[in-house]
């Protein structure tokens, strides 16, 4: 199997303290149990990835114990025991197992390694293979492999809990940390625009973190019943969250947005004209590209903004996640100038 990492917030301590820290963010239930502490700076130091910063530190706090917080790195621990044969990963997604079909396997395998899993790990109640993606709503054809026939779960990334149906709208764990990074970055006060929300997971980790109006556009009506009913479960929300089922084409806003998220990597550029016609000046757009070379969009990204008069300074470039042995996601935080030149630190 291979090795995983992901971002999540983090608490530093001096080595010596590390011990005294890890009882007790244990006792306090803040440890993020699916990711591995690590020592830093040859030993000195020792990052906790936790699962609220803000409780943790405080804690901390109470009890006069020197820390940071942090964003870190960290290496996934394995859980699930180690599958023989073709079929090597899957996801988990709630109590659902999701397998995707590669070149080589033949179901067969799919369907052994499924029960395999599914045997191991009581929690997990079904299991499906996950074949091509169709439309733009990018709603995968399922195989039952093993298990319950359901499809409908709750997933859980931070203190978030996301309503997900793998056969009606798109949902893929692997953006947790990307979904956290942008919440942590929004400020209290935002107007904040997701043109393609899907389940709506951006707006969810905005509002229960940011006293934020977050809109979630989607043409798919399924995304947004979801989004709901995660509305619903995830009790006091700091934000607003308004769903609007709507092509992010034909958008009909008379208001301008201090932060735009566009997460739709294989179309997301298309998409740029309307962001610029409505995003504040000194506003931000986060844009989401599926590419094998990130260079050549970062040209393409400026010259698209110049034409519609929209002027960027690039914040970062960051690589979301693999997708194919030769293309990655990744995304490009762009603040916009109105009246300023396109520059690339
Ligand atoms: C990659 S998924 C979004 C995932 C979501 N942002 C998340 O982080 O979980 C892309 C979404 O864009 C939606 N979509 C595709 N074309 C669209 C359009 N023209 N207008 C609005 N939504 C669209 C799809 O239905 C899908 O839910």
């Given at each position: 199997?291979?090795e995983?990492?992901s971002?999540s917030e983090?608490i530093?301590?001096e080595?010596?303290?590390?011990e005294?820290v890890?009882?007790?963010l244990?006792?306090?239930?803040?440890l993020?149990?699916?990711?591995?502490?690590?020592?830093?700076?040859?030993?000195?130091y020792v990052?906790f990835?936790?699962v609220n910063?803000?409780?943790a530190s405080?804690?901390?706090e109470?009890f006069d114990i020197p820390?940071?917080?942090?964003?870190?790195?960290?290496q996934?621990?394995?859980?699930a025991?180690?599958?023989?044969?073709p079929v090597k990963s899957y996801?988990?997604?709630?109590?659902?197992?999701?397998f995707?079909?590669?070149?080589?396997?033949?179901i067969?395998?799919y369907i052994e390694?499924?029960k395999?899993v599914?045997?191991?790990?009581?929690r997990l109640?079904?299991?499906?293979?996950k074949?091509?993606?169709?439309g733009?709503?990018?709603?995968?054809?399922?195989?039952?492999l093993?298990?319950a026939?359901?499809?409908e779960t709750v997933?859980?990334?931070y203190e978030i809990?996301l309503?997900?149906?793998i056969a009606k709208?798109?949902?893929n764990?692997?953006?947790a940390?990307?979904h956290?990074?942008i919440a942590e970055l929004v400020?209290d006060g935002?107007?904040?625009?997701?043109?393609?929300?899907g389940?709506?997971?951006f707006?969810l980790?905005?509002?229960?973190?940011?006293?934020?109006?977050?809109?979630?556009?989607?043409v798919n009506l399924?995304?947004?019943?979801?989004a709901?009913?995660?509305?619903k479960i995830?009790k006091?929300?700091k934000?607003i969250?308004?769903?609007?089922n709507?092509?992010?084409?034909k958008?009909?806003?008379?208001?301008?947005?201090?932060?735009i998220?566009?997460n739709?990597p294989?179309?997301s550029?298309?998409?740029?004209?309307?962001?610029?016609?409505y995003?504040?000046d000194?506003g931000?757009?986060?844009?989401?590209?599926l590419?094998?070379?990130?260079?050549v969009?970062?040209?393409?990204?400026?010259?698209?903004?110049?034409?519609?008069?929209?002027k960027?300074?690039?914040?970062?470039?960051?690589?979301?996640?693999?997708?194919?042995?030769?293309?990655?996601i990744?995304v490009i935080?762009l603040r916009?100038?109105?009246?300023g030149?396109?520059t690339h630190?």
């Open positions: 199997m291979e995983t990492y971002e983090a530093r301590v080595a010596r303290l590390a005294r890890r009882r007790l244990r006792k306090y239930s803040l993020n149990t699916r990711l591995k502490p690590k020592s830093t700076e040859g030993g000195k990052v990835p936790i910063s803000e409780k405080s804690i901390l109470d820390h940071e917080v942090v964003i870190d790195t960290f996934a621990i394995k859980k025991k180690r599958l023989r044969g996801k988990v997604v709630g109590d659902i197992v999701v995707s079909r590669r070149a080589g396997p033949p067969d395998a390694a499924a395999k599914l045997e191991d790990n009581p109640k079904a299991a499906w293979l074949m091509e993606t169709f733009e709503e990018r709603i995968p054809k399922l195989i039952h093993a298990g026939m359901k499809t997933a859980k990334e809990y309503a997900v149906d709208a798109y949902y764990p692997r953006l940390a990307e956290y990074r400020n935002e107007v904040v625009l997701d043109m393609f929300t389940i709506g997971a707006p980790h905005i509002a229960k973190r940011k006293e934020a109006v977050v809109y979630g556009i989607d399924e995304g947004l019943l979801l709901s009913k995660s509305m995830n006091k929300l934000g969250i308004i769903l609007i709507a092509d992010a084409g958008l009909p806003f008379k208001i301008q947005f201090d932060r998220i566009m739709l294989r179309n550029k298309q998409f740029l004209y309307q962001a610029c016609k995003v504040k000194n931000i757009i986060h844009i989401y590209l590419t094998d070379y990130i260079e969009e970062l040209e393409d990204i400026m010259k698209i903004m110049l034409k519609e008069d929209c960027v300074q690039i914040e970062k470039v960051k690589k979301v996640l693999d997708y194919s042995p030769s293309q990655s990744y935080d916009v100038k109105k009246n030149e396109n630190e």
